[in-house]
């Protein structure tokens, strides 16, 4: 399997009235080809930046990427001429968003809004594209496509326009789909069929995924490897069977223990992380997530960690005590 | 009082509202949002209420609140029928039941201090008529959901998601309600933050004996914090247990689909877990199948649930569910 996303030191800053805030710190991570890979995290965390900076959709003046390289199929996307990169965005990546009604036209049909980039896009006829629009609408499982495409957003129901939106970021065959809090929005049951639907399509298709999300339950079916988030930093990566099992930072580890899982016995109590995310504005020398820490050492608040590998397979930490936090768990296990 | 009594009793509740047919037009229909709901919930109890959007579970403790007058049936608080009630007989019944809502962002005013947002009720209500004694209570609150004395003087644009939600609760608090509804209390916070308030609510409740109403979609959220658990879906309670019963043998396969949609967090059990995945969405409440709400999507339906309306019976003893093949 080749590499065909790899961010390397991305940094992207926003300027805000408290102060210049580095939402993605120097982040670098992969995507291999027709792999699904998530980034987890909660909100501010630099998850959603990543993947804009990636789509070179931040914001100016306000949002500027200021350092790294995002290569895509071997070429810096961040050093391509704006025509350029209209070309790759929405062709061979796309994304998908969290609210389906305000990432489509209201005033523009279904069947215009997937005709629409496939015309510009592929260069094909308005009324191929009307007939691969009907297609697409199928492959999502939005029965009687016929009659869909002359209909308009808000004749949809929330699960049909995240279909929808699944369908357009299919239309032009993309390599790459990234994917911001697909379900979020979404109920339970519908969450599940969108889910189901998105891990089948990229399989048939083998389209590689990012997917970001908060939702820990999310990743653990759906993605082959996690990256976890914390302050603009990945803070731990592994495959996604590794880092549940074997969890080697306190963040990742906390994560896991505030959650009440339907599986497991319930608890007494649940093991929040205590405190709250840092101010991005604020951030000091040391670790962003040692005031939260239950395992911090004195080294912690003074020198900031980086990624060093955890046993083998590509898991990564950084913590400082990382090789010591298998056993602090079973200490503090035993305790509770 | 007698304490064995339910705090609140729901009988047969129904809320309608009519759409439609007004200025713009359009033909005029009828949501039953609420259709024929009926539970309890005794003092210091926490009562999980789940299901989807759309469900009902929203309007239901609307109606509880009397923020919505019911279209029919009864709610009775501390023993008095409070759909009979008028406003004057309402104020001080209001003192005794409190919400905590979603978005603590949207139900805190943006232009009062968090002290002056928990002084309010104490001084609307004349709880607390003394302006220095009333800080001192404010304070007090504060304390009681983990904030600290200088958060009075800041607003709540100043504050984490979290620190929100615990200055609502602070404010919900502040007039020693009997009953608090929380609607869906957690689902808007940070997952690392949602443990730490689910841990406060339990506090509060064995500190002040507290009673929830707690509503919610986070199935795992809900087995977590209740005693007891109904299951909503298009108006209508399908399935209504002790905690243990709805989540060790559900009988209700709506109940069971929505089980088996929760995600859990393990790879590895993930890859051998079937899936029940529900086909179709939820119909509209204005125009709803006939028989058992359920039967399009259900995937055990047979002919008769399409004409008959399965009745909420005891299946077993304190379970109850709406399926003739429970």
Not at chain 1, 237 to 248: K, M
Not at chain 1, 321 to 327: C, F, P, T
Request: hydrophobic share 40%.
């Amino acid at each position: 399997m080749g590499v065909l996303l790899e961010v390397e030191n991305l940094t992207t800053e926003f300027v805000t009235r408290g102060g210049v805030v580095r939402a993605a710190d120097g982040v670098s991570w992969d995507v291999g080809e027709g792999e699904t890979v998530a980034l987890v995290g909660e909100s501010g965390c630099g998850k959603s930046v990543s993947a804009l900076s990636i789509m070179r959709l931040v914001a100016p003046p306000a949002g500027r990427i200021v350092g790294g390289r995002v290569l895509f199929k071997g070429r810096d996307l961040l050093a391509l001429s704006d025509e350029a990169m209209r070309q790759i965005r929405g062709r061979e990546i796309a994304m998908i968003f969290q609210e389906p009604m305000t990432s489509l036209n209201p005033v523009l049909s279904i069947g215009r809004q997937l005709t629409e980039g496939l015309e510009i896009h592929l260069g094909i006829t308005p009324r191929e594209a009307r007939q691969r629009a009907g297609e697409l609408l199928a492959m999502v499982g939005i029965p009687d496509s016929e009659r869909r495409l002359g209909q308009y957003p808000h004749q949809f129901s929330g699960g049909m326009r995240q279909r929808m939106m699944i369908a357009m970021a299919l239309a032009c065959n993309p390599s790459l789909i990234l994917a911001d809090e697909p379900t979020t929005a979404l109920d339970v049951t519908i969450q599940a069929q969108i889910l189901e639907l998105m891990k089948d399509l990229s399989r048939r298709l083998a389209v590689a995924m990012l997917i970001i999300t908060h939702n820990l339950g999310v990743v653990a079916r759906y993605a082959d490897r996690v990256n976890v988030m914390y302050a603009g930093r990945i803070v731990e990566r592994g495959t996604a069977r590794e880092l549940y099992a074997n969890p080697r930072h306190p963040y990742t580890l906390g994560l896991l223990r505030s959650v009440p899982r339907l599986d497991e016995p319930r608890r007494a109590r649940l093991d929040p992380i205590e405190g709250q995310p840092p101010d991005l504005t604020r951030l000091g020398a040391g670790c962003a997530f040692a005031p939260r820490c239950a395992f911090q050492v004195a080294r912690c608040a003074v020198e900031r960690p980086r990624l060093v590998p955890i046993g083998g397979g590509g898991h990564v930490s950084a913590c400082w005590e990382a090789a010591n936090l298998d056993r602090a768990v079973a200490r503090s296990g035993a305790a509770t | 009082m007698n304490h064995d009594a339910p705090l609140l009793e729901v009988r047969n509740l129904v809320k309608h509202f009519h759409v439609g047919g007004g200025l713009f037009g359009g033909r005029a229909g009828v949501v039953r949002a609420v259709d024929d709901v009926s539970f309890s919930i005794r003092r210091g109890e926490t009562l999980g209420l789940v299901g989807e959007s759309g469900c009902g579970k929203t309007t239901t403790g609307r109606c509880i609140l009397q923020l919505e007058r019911a279209t029919r049936g009864k709610i009775v608080f501390e023993g008095r029928d409070l759909t009979t009630l008028g406003e004057d007989e309402l104020r001080p019944v209001r003192r005794k039941m409190q919400v905590i809502f979603q978005d603590p962002y949207s139900s805190l005013n943006p232009r009062m201090t968090v002290g002056q947002i928990i002084a309010e009720p104490l001084a609307v209500h004349g709880i607390v008529p003394d302006p220095a004694q009333r800080a001192a209570r404010v304070r007090e609150l504060l304390g009681h959901v983990g904030l600290l004395p200088q958060h009075a003087r800041r607003y709540p644009h100043q504050l984490s998601g979290g620190q929100r939600q615990r200055v609502g609760i602070a404010r919900a608090l502040a007039v020693e309600p009997a009953l608090i509804i929380c609607d869906e209390p957690v689902s808007a916070l940070d997952v690392s933050i949602q443990a730490q308030i689910i841990n406060l609510l339990e506090d509060l409740q064995a500190q002040f004996g507290l009673t929830y109403l707690f509503v919610a979609h986070d199935l795992s959220v809900v087995r977590h914090i209740s005693d007891r658990v109904a299951v909503m879906y298009l108006g209508k309670i399908v399935e209504i247990t002790d905690r243990k019963s709805l989540y060790d043998a559900p009988l209700h396969p709506y109940t069971k689909a929505l089980l088996s949609a929760v995600p859990i967090p393990d790879p590895a059990l993930e890859a051998q877990r079937e899936r029940v995945v529900l086909g179709g969405e939820v119909p509209s409440a204005l125009n709803p199948p006939s028989g058992c709400v359920f039967h399009p999507r259900c995937p055990i339906a047979v002919d008769r649930c399409r004409g008959e309306v399965p009745e909420l019976r005891e299946i077993r003893p304190g379970h109850r569910a709406a399926c003739i093949l429970a």
